[in-house]
C-alpha cells in the first residue's frame, strides 16, 4: 500500500522559507513521477512542482525561482524548498505519486496517490 506523509508546514511571514518533505512507503514501481500541489480555500487544486525518476523537474510558470523540487531516493522522500513566501503561498500542501510519463501534462488527474497534506500559511 503506497502512504505519503508531507510535513514541514507552518506559519511564517512574508519573505521567509519553509521546507516541506514527503516521506513515501509501498511504492514498489520502478518507474514514477512525484508532484506538490496546493489548494487555497476556495480555489482549485493546483500544480506546484514535479520531478521524475530521471531527476527532470518541472514548476508553474508563476513559482520558477522561488520554489525548487527535490528527492533523496535514499530515504524515499521528496522535498519542496520555498523561498520568499508571500500571503499567496497560503494553502494547503499535497505531495502525489504517479505512473505516468511527464505527470506534469494533465493536472491532478495523473495522479493516484496523495498525502493528506500541510497546511502552509504566510501572513504579512
Known amino acids: 500500500q503506497v502512504q505519503l506523509v508531507e510535513s514541514g508546514g507552518g506559519s511564517v511571514q512574508t519573505g521567509g522559507s519553509l521546507r516541506l518533505s514527503c516521506a513515501v512507503s509501498?511504492?514498489?514501481?520502478?518507474?514514477?513521477?512525484m508532484g506538490w500541489f496546493r489548494q487555497a480555500p476556495g480555489k482549485e487544486r493546483e500544480g506546484v512542482a514535479y520531478?521524475?525518476?530521471?531527476?527532470?523537474?518541472n514548476y508553474a510558470d508563476s513559482l520558477k525561482g522561488r520554489f525548487t523540487i527535490s528527492q533523496d531516493n535514499a530515504k524515499n522522500t521528496l522535498y519542496l524548498q520555498m523561498n520568499s513566501l508571500n500571503p499567496e503561498d497560503t494553502a494547503m500542501y499535497y505531495c502525489?505519486?504517479?505512473?505516468?510519463?511527464?505527470?506534469?501534462?494533465?493536472?491532478?488527474?495523473?495522479?493516484?496517490?496523495w498525502g493528506q497534506g500541510t497546511q502552509v500559511t504566510v501572513s504579512s
Open positions: 502525489a505519486a504517479s505512473r505516468k510519463l511527464a505527470c506534469w501534462d494533465g493536472g491532478p488527474m495523473n495522479f493516484a496517490y
Open positions: 520531478i521524475d525518476s530521471d531527476g527532470d523537474t
Open positions: 509501498g511504492y514498489t514501481y520502478s518507474w514514477r513521477c
